[in-house]
């Protein structure tokens, strides 16, 4: 019996360690295998609003991968237009943490953003796909 | 056979006779998720106008009431006639029933009105301005508007005396920064003509900078003047709310608050017509920058649209950045991010609906008379002159475009502005 108490310890701790400061409102898995978890200012997300996202980006083994380059791009594939806005990221605030800024999304339908990220010279991207 | 062929082709005749004649039926009732957009569109879900923190005073009681008289002053003109109130005048929503302002001379756009404005993040169709108090020291300027050069806006600050009263409680003692104002020339303008031009430059830098902030300061005041045009709860609002309230499977009907081709109006506007895509939130406006194909008058270039604007924006002195502005950089996240495109070429600003029934001629140019005329314009979707047209061919039939024109005729409504600011102090 007290064997298993480490487990259900864990359990609980789950759901309240990753409470809504630290849920991300999008996982990713990067073409390269790495995980990018994006955390919006703005949650839930809505129209006409500018506000900026916090990206999360390490290894499958959640080892914080520091000194990317990350430029982000997209629009409305429906729509035949990209952002109206040229989102930024602007610094690095924790290992592996980045401050995307910048974000508008001024029309409600299907989003597509990219991340075109460098690490140590070596390219990986992931794409993001969303409803507004 | 032939009674056949006669058979089916009056049957075909009538059923398309009945088409025309006999309206769809309405929706019973109302997704929730339509009635979740519906909701979003109403006037109670619209917040306070966001903060300007590049005008410290735009919620200043005082700067409202001093950026009222400049609003309505003539003297803030070349010719002594003109103030902002010729063009944006509040009988027609602060818009001028014109195709083309005319000012001193004959502007290049259509008149904007100005209600519920203070909500959007650029100003002028190609958001050649990041707020309203940089908006709003443009026309002052411009020879065809109001024509004045600074000297004169700053000279009449300082000499009349309620204007000085005012200027000093809000921004310090102007006699202090401009010890003698009758040194500076009415004409002096860095925009203006070669004269302007000259008369600017052989002022002192110190004077310079002392007139550059006297002058930003005038036009923070007209916006917090500005900030006080409010749009009104109209019939729609009630009907939105109504759906709000109860929510996924609104009944569409909801007491009869709104006409059977209004609710057919609604359906469409926020369904099959795609208008909700740009004219969205409770303004109807996205306050972004699109191009919809809109033809330039005859003879003309089409205009740059945005793609110019954010350039024009960005060089501006008296942006979100500069040196007369109250915020941080930080605080600028519109004008740093903003978008810089060709995509943008040909592209001008969403216009809110509410009272578009009650501010004709319509789009940048003026060109389209009626909103009849408008919907047929989007119904069609023409080749762009410039760039391409984001809207597509929506090929609805004369009826559904008259039930959208019927929809819009909810949104009237009078603005929720005190008597006090629709006439001259």
Redesign the interface.
């Known amino acids: 019996m007290l064997r298993h108490f480490p487990i259900a310890l864990v359990l609980w701790a789950a759901p309240l360690s990753a409470g809504a400061a630290d849920e991300p409102d999008f996982s990713l898995v990067t073409a390269g295998g790495n995980l990018l978890q994006i955390h919006s200012e703005l949650s839930p997300l809505a129209?006409?609003r500018?506000h900026g996202w916090r990206l999360r980006l390490t290894t499958a083994g959640n080892i914080p991968l520091t000194g990317a380059s990350i430029r982000v791009a997209g629009g409305m594939p429906d729509?035949?237009?990209?952002?109206?806005?040229?989102?930024?990221v602007t610094g690095e605030s924790e290992p592996g943490v980045y401050r995307l800024?910048?974000l508008?999304f001024?029309?409600?339908?299907r989003w597509l953003l990219t991340f075109d990220i460098a690490i140590d010279g070596v390219a990986d991207n992931a794409s993001l796909e969303f409803e507004l | 056979m032939n009674k056949s062929i006669l058979l089916i082709g009056s049957l075909a005749a009538t059923a398309g006779l009945a088409a025309l004649l006999v309206p769809p039926p309405l929706p019973e009732r109302w997704s929730g998720s339509e009635a979740a957009?519906i909701a979003s569109l109403s006037l109670s879900a619209l917040p306070p106008a966001p903060a300007d923190p590049g005008n410290a005073v735009a919620d200043d009681g005082i700067a409202a009431e001093l950026g009222h008289r400049l609003f309505f002053d003539p003297r803030l003109s070349s010719n002594g006639a003109v103030s902002c109130a010729s063009c944006h005048r509040p009988e027609l929503d602060f818009s001028d029933g014109l195709p083309i302002a005319v000012g001193v001379g004959v502007g290049q756009r259509h008149t904007p009105g100005l209600i519920g404005l203070s909500h959007s993040?650029w100003f002028y169709w190609d958001g050649r301005r990041d707020s309203q108090w940089a908006q709003a020291l443009a026309p002052l300027e411009t020879h065809f508007e109001q024509g004045a050069g600074r000297g004169a806006i700053v000279r009449l600050l300082a000499e009349d005396d309620e204007y000085r009263r005012l200027y000093s409680a809000l921004f310090g003692d102007l006699p202090e920064h401009l010890p003698d104002p009758g040194q500076i020339p009415r004409q002096a303008s860095p925009l203006g003509d070669e004269a302007a031009k000259a008369h600017w430059r052989q002022l002192d830098p110190g004077l310079r900078l002392a007139v550059n902030t006297a002058f930003a300061n005038a036009g923070k005041a007209l916006a917090a003047y500005q900030r006080k045009l409010r749009p009104g709860r109209a019939r729609f609002d009630d009907y939105a709310d109504a759906v709000g309230a109860a929510g996924p499977n609104a009944a569409a009907r909801q007491g009869e608050l709104l006409s059977r081709d209004e609710i057919a109006g609604l359906k469409l506007f926020i369904g099959e017509a795609q208008c909700?895509?740009?004219h969205?939130?409770p303004l109807f406006t996205?306050?972004?920058?699109?191009n919809t194909g809109i033809l330039a008058p005859p003879g003309r270039m089409p205009s740059m649209g945005r793609f110019d604007g954010v350039r024009e924006a960005r060089e501006n002195p008296f942006n979100c950045l500069g040196e007369f502005s109250d915020a941080d950089a930080g605080q600028c996240?519109?004008l740093?991010?903003?978008?810089?495109?060709k995509?943008l070429a040909g592209a001008h600003k969403t216009p809110g609906l509410r009272n578009a029934t009650r501010t004709a001629p319509y789009m940048h140019t003026g060109r389209m008379e009626s909103l009849a005329e408008v919907l047929r314009h989007y119904n069609e979707a023409p080749v762009a002159m410039l760039g391409?047209n984001?809207a597509k061919p929506l090929g609805l039939s004369r009826r559904e475009l008259r039930e959208l024109e019927a929809f819009l005729r909810s949104l009237e409504a009078p603005p929720a502005i005190a008597r006090q600011w629709l006439e001259p102090p």
């Open positions: 129209i006409n500018m729509h035949d237009h990209g952002l109206p806005t040229e989102p930024e800024e910048g508008r001024h029309m409600p339908g | 957009l993040p909700v895509n740009c969205n939130g996205n306050h972004d920058f699109h996240a519109e740093r991010f903003a978008k810089d495109d995509e391409h984001e």
